[in-house]
């Protein structure tokens, strides 16, 4: 594996200028994908004008931002405004540089892998990298200087920092077993065969990382700090032209590289029945990306799917979910899977139980959040009445 | 690197954050600025814990880091808890006991 | 040389930004100085090797603290309350009495620490070809100890690394068992070894911090629950 100083360097540039193209190419295709996703949904074409079956729509998309007028308000805080859509497209950007999307390709002798940098601390780096991912939201909108940017803001801070624990604290389980914070180790070590990838061993924490990273995403079900009907378009309401549509690319690039992570941690990585090892060391190493590539993209037809079937929480219901659902789910993984791997080492063991108790969490916490509700407010027609509700 | 270094580096972000404490009325810049005198500690704890070969200088950064978290959460709660009684958080104008 | 240019860069931004976080009158600007501050540690940590401390470093100040702080600041709208700035005598005298710190700070750090402390990595220089010491296999032992490393896997995996032909930590030279200690102590920062030592010598510690977490949880809650909950913030 160890490479020569020049080879290193250049094949590292090329893997740096193809993984960036990549998920620039991947945001274009997004967005195509969730216009016709949709439309599917809901029974309608989606976009079928520009160019064969609306598949330029994405190209009139970004010409329509570029186009637009570039607004700075006069009330904003300028030097922030200008800075915060860049530093929520950094974060995105950054974290693929230690996802593994493959395994390794031969050329001229020398092995490269597919993946920009090994380092040995990957996973913690990526939860410090996604931790960043807020302040592109908050600093914009506060910045903006407009009461519902400043609620989005608000908003978002308390839902990154609510969710950030249940997406560390859902992963510890997994590090357990793999006992290594390397991507690649922990891709490797699930093996080719979908009964042995993570998210079978540990399923609740799979389920508890997937909701978090929707969460993160601040995509529906949880897109409170944008939510339009409340808060006109919540932290970017101020943005136009180009700055929106990095909030805009920020948003799908964080949903790509969520879904890559997710994969590398819970799907496997880019093994497949042991496809990733036909051909020579050449093909081997495309065919591996191929398999990463349709495995992420089965996760982000399911983070469009969900965006265009659930409606959004409401306040106080994400808060729930968070703090009462998600971050119990988590901790009770690490317990059970700590003891039944400090006495069996039966992977196993370790998938029913964590189901069995992940299901005692839940049914005792909404036992206990059903004991415990207020009734509804009834007026004496007996109709319920909405009153304004502030939430904790 | 020698150990030198570090070391200033780390006297010099201590005394801009003792300076900051000193000058600032503002009860949040104040508390930012004590952080950054913790961060100051923490690299000294670091460099020396590198010299010596010893990795207890990380352990100790850890535990720093464990404490200062609680704090900016008590702290911060506090400074809430004064601005909602006082409508201000100028040091200078929150100096009596009395609520 | 690598570690040299890291130092440049993240020590001049350290500090500048540290002046940012106290020359700044908008409280979120200096938040945000503080931010890059707290970044410029965790790339020091890096060029130090404590790869783990500021992997750590990222997630707890910048990813929780700062954010907490960016929170609060917002919530009470603090942005855009006025200070008015005045040069008093008080602030001059803080100063001077900073200006006074720094001084003393750096030239204890400059003499009091006069280098005899060194590891035994870089310690007094051996004829070459010499056989591997006492001291030095004692302070490999201690390593062993302190990691729960195996001598069987020394031998196995840092050794070879050290000088191929030999698979003993006994048949190296003195050399040679000055680069092993070092290999040895430049894994250090990982965060399994880390880890080791955090659960075996500093486990009271490390259960008492999660007492000090507990405390400062119901601190806060106490704090800031107000008496009716209806209207609840």
């Known amino acids: ?239 136009s032209s180009m700055k929106f549509a990095m909030y805009f690319m920020a948003e799908y690039m964080h949903m790509i590289v969520g879904s890559a992570v997710a994969v590398t941690l819970f799907l496997g990585g880019w093994q497949f029945f042991g496809l990733e090892k036909i051909g020579g060391p050449f093909w081997s190493g495309i065919i591996s990306f191929g398999i990463f590539f349709t495995k992420t993209a089965f996760f982000l037809f399911v983070f469009i799917w969900v965006r265009w079937t659930l409606p959004r929480f409401r306040y106080d219901q994400l808060m729930n979910l968070g703090w009462k659902f998600l971050l119990p789910i988590a901790l009770t993984t690490i317990v059970v899977t700590g003891t039944v791997w400090a006495f069996t080492q039966s992977k196993l063991l370790v998938a029913i139980l964590n189901v069995v108790a992940a299901a005692i969490v839940v049914a005792i916490v909404a036992t206990t959040l059903v004991m415990t509700r207020e009734p509804e407010p009834v007026d004496d027609r007996g109709v319920l009445s909405f009153t304004e509700e502030s939430s904790s | 690197m020698a150990l030198q270094y570090y070391l200033i580096l780390s006297a010099l972000l201590f005394t801009i954050g003792v300076i900051g404490v000193l000058i600032r009325r503002n009860a949040i810049i104040i508390f930012m600025c004590i952080e950054l005198m913790l961060n100051a500690a923490n690299l000294a704890f670091v460099a020396i814990g590198r010299e010596l070969g010893d990795a207890s200088g990380q352990i100790f950064v850890f535990f720093v880091m464990t404490v200062a978290a609680a704090e900016v959460a008590i702290g911060l709660a506090i400074i809430v808890s004064v601005f909602r009684h006082r409508e201000t958080i100028n040091i200078d104008e929150i100096n009596t006991m009395k609520g | 040389m690598a570690e040299q240019i890291l130092f440049i860069i993240f020590g001049i931004l350290a500090v500048g930004s540290a002046i940012c976080v106290i020359a700044f009158r908008n409280p979120i600007h200096s938040a945000l100085a503080l931010v890059l501050t707290f970044f410029s540690l965790a790339g020091l940590f890096i060029s130090l090797g404590a790869y783990f401390v500021a992997a750590v470093q990222v997630i707890v100040y910048a990813g929780a603290i700062m954010v907490l702080f960016l929170f609060v600041i917002m919530l009470l709208n603090l942005g855009r309350l006025q200070t008015t700035r005045q040069i008093n005598k008080a602030k001059v005298f803080a100063v001077i009495v900073g200006i006074l710190l720094a001084a003393e700070a750096i030239y204890i750090g400059i003499k009091a620490y006069d280098g005899t402390a060194v590891s035994p990595a870089q310690g007094e220089s051996q004829a070459v070809g010499a056989a591997i010491t006492s001291e030095q296999l004692n302070r490999i032992s201690e390593i062993e100890s302190t990691y729960h490393l195996d001598r069987t896997e020394i031998n196995s995996t840092y050794v070879p690394e050290v000088s191929e032909q030999k698979s003993t930590v006994e048949t190296l030279t003195a050399s040679e068992a000055n680069l092993l200690i070092a290999k040895l102590q430049g894994e250090m920062g990982k965060p399994d070894r880390i880890g080791t030592i955090l659960f075996t010598k500093f486990l009271l510690p490390f259960e008492v911090t999660s007492l000090v977490l507990l405390a400062a949880l119901i601190g806060v809650i106490v704090l800031v629950k107000r008496e009716d909950t209806d209207t609840a913030a």
């Open chain 1, 1 to 239: 594996m160890d490479l020569p100083l020049h080879v290193l360097i250049i094949s590292s540039l090329i893997k740096i200028v193809v993984v960036v193209h990549l998920l620039l190419i991947g945001v274009m295709a997004m967005i195509l994908a969730e216009r016709k996703v949709s439309g599917w949904i809901q029974d309608r074409h989606g976009p079928n004008r520009v160019g064969p079956w609306g598949i330029l729509q994405p190209i009139a998309d970004g010409i329509k931002f570029l186009l637009k007028e570039d607004l700075i308000p006069d009330h904003v805080d300028k030097p922030i405004y200008l800075l915060a859509p860049a530093i929520i497209l950094v974060p995105a950007l950054v974290t693929c540089g230690v996802v593994p999307f493959g395994s390794s390709i031969t050329i001229s002798g020398y092995e490269i892998p597919l993946q920009i940098a090994d380092i040995n601390i990957g996973v913690l780096y990526i939860l410090a990298i996604t931790s960043l991912g807020v302040y592109g939201v908050v600093l914009g909108a506060w910045a903006s200087n407009n009461k519902y940017s400043l609620l989005g803001g608000l908003r978002s801070s308390a839902q990154m920092i609510s969710y950030e624990l249940t997406l560390g604290l859902s992963l510890i389980g997994v590090l357990m077993l793999s006992s290594s914070l390397s991507l690649r180790d922990i891709a490797i070590q699930q093996g080719g065969y979908p009964w042995t990838w993570n998210f079978l061993i540990h399923f609740p924490a799979f389920l508890a990382f997937t909701t978090a990273a929707f969460a993160e995403t601040n995509r529906l079900p949880f897109d409170l700090a944008e939510a339009e009907q409340e808060l006109v378009g919540g932290y970017h309401t101020e943005y």
